[in-house]
């Protein structure tokens, strides 16, 4: 195209006029509560290392010994010669994690959601996606090339009512289990209930509940205490609460042995470093016995809420799940300060328009916090927002910090 570097130069003039353009920062310290951008040190709330175990002194040992062990990289797909004994051990600790018989390694949670909903629905299928699903589950419906509805976000009734209508064609029902720019639940009861009902497969991506929900972090299952034959597809990711990199499937032999064979983003990668294998097979023993973090985090979500109800703004809690979802097909803007009925460590502070998020960012950097702006296309036109989460390495003076930023900002 003659006209391309014209064509692209608009476009991205468009994306600065409407407070889209998206920029990067070089982060010069390892992840964590603080972070040193430009030799400035912040005071860091946008993390996903929930349970602060990115930079835990056992988990580094444990992948620089599987660089001595291992070498640096697998240097070959899965299926050709890339599947080292690291990886296995941690699929078998996963599965028994999971209480699930199998699990398989993805090298990112993007790649797992591709691979496992285009492996197991074909095109005569029907995919019913809540439709505030991470985008890895939007891209892989699309992928599969099944039939493709969205249902209003946690809307049981427009959903029950799809697979009523829609006949006893082949069906799944794919959600997050943690809703990642809202921090709420899904109704993982209700929905494995109408899956069992209306003959449907279930997928669940619990992405941001594993490490931290559950007795022992075994994440949205666990909390609800759901086993393999409610939720036959759990999908979790390595690099949020287990703080290394990576994913995984678990579910029965069969579904595993199906992945292995049909999973594009499976077969035809290479596969992750057994490094990384080492250091969250030590992760995961962290999850589960230093249950201390959970505890804590729980705590943390608990105060800050108290005290953004002492700034007022909890009185503007957002409507119910089913009506936020509504609001957010219609395209409507929401005004004001709000904040979401969540107790994950993700508490979002819908502000509205993306001028204003980025303002807001802004703000609390000159005040030495860091927590990004998150607008459209990530989240719905007229919900941008401020992304706030926790980790288990903050403290009560974080947050106290924190809340008094806020206080000046807003």
Request: charged share 20%.
């Amino acid at each position: 195209m003659r006209d391309l570097a014209a064509n692209l130069a608009r476009q991205l003039d468009r994306q600065k006029a409407l407070n889209l353009y998206r920029t990067r920062r070089v982060l010069e310290s390892p992840a964590g509560v603080t972070a040193v951008i430009d030799g400035q040190r912040y005071l860091s709330f946008c993390s996903n290392d929930y349970l602060g175990l990115a930079n835990h002194p056992e988990v580094i040992q444990a992948m620089q010994q599987g660089a001595a062990d291992y070498g640096v990289g697998s240097g070959a797909a899965h299926l050709v010669s890339g599947h080292s004994r690291a990886h296995h051990a941690l699929e078998e600790e996963l599965a028994a994690f999971t209480q699930r018989p199998r699990a398989l390694l993805f090298s990112t949670g993007y790649m797992a959601n591709m691979g496992t909903v285009s492996a197991l629905a074909q095109r005569s299928d029907t995919l019913y996606a809540d439709r505030l699903n991470h985008a890895s589950l939007v891209d892989a419906a699309l992928l599969s090339q099944a039939r493709l509805r969205r249902y209003p976000h946690a809307d049981l009734a427009t959903l029950e009512k799809w697979l009523g209508d829609d006949g006893a064609e082949p069906k799944w029902i794919i959600s997050d289990g943690v809703f990642s720019m809202d921090g709420d639940l899904a109704p993982l009861p209700q929905l494995a209930t109408l899956a069992s009902q209306y003959n449907a497969g279930l997928i669940i991506d619990d992405a941001h509940g594993f490490g931290v929900l559950g007795k022992h972090g075994g994440g949205i299952a666990e909390h609800f205490a759901m086993d393999a034959t409610q939720v036959p597809v759990l999908i979790g990711t390595l690099g949020k609460a287990f703080g290394t990199f990576g994913a995984f499937v678990a579910g029965s032999e069969d579904l595993i042995e199906t992945l292995i064979q049909h999973a594009r983003s499976y077969i035809y990668t290479t596969a992750l470093p057994p490094a990384i294998a080492q250091a969250t097979r030590v992760s995961l023993r962290l999850v589960q016995t230093e249950s201390w973090r959970r505890t804590h985090l729980i705590h943390l979500v608990a105060r800050f809420r108290t005290g953004m109800e002492q700034l007022g703004f909890l009185s503007m809690l957002m409507p119910s799940p089913a009506a936020q979802g509504r609001a957010s097909v219609a395209g409507e803007r929401s005004e004001g300060f709000r904040m979401p009925e969540a107790t994950t460590p993700i508490q979002p502070l819908r502000v509205g328009d993306a001028a204003r998020a980025l303002a807001l960012s802004q703000a609390l950097l000159a005040h030495g916090i860091l927590i990004s702006a998150i607008r459209p296309p990530t989240v719905p036109q007229g919900s941008a927002r401020l992304r706030i989460t926790f980790s288990a390495n903050h403290s009560d003076a974080h947050i106290d910090t924190l809340l008094d930023a806020l206080s000046e900002v807003l």
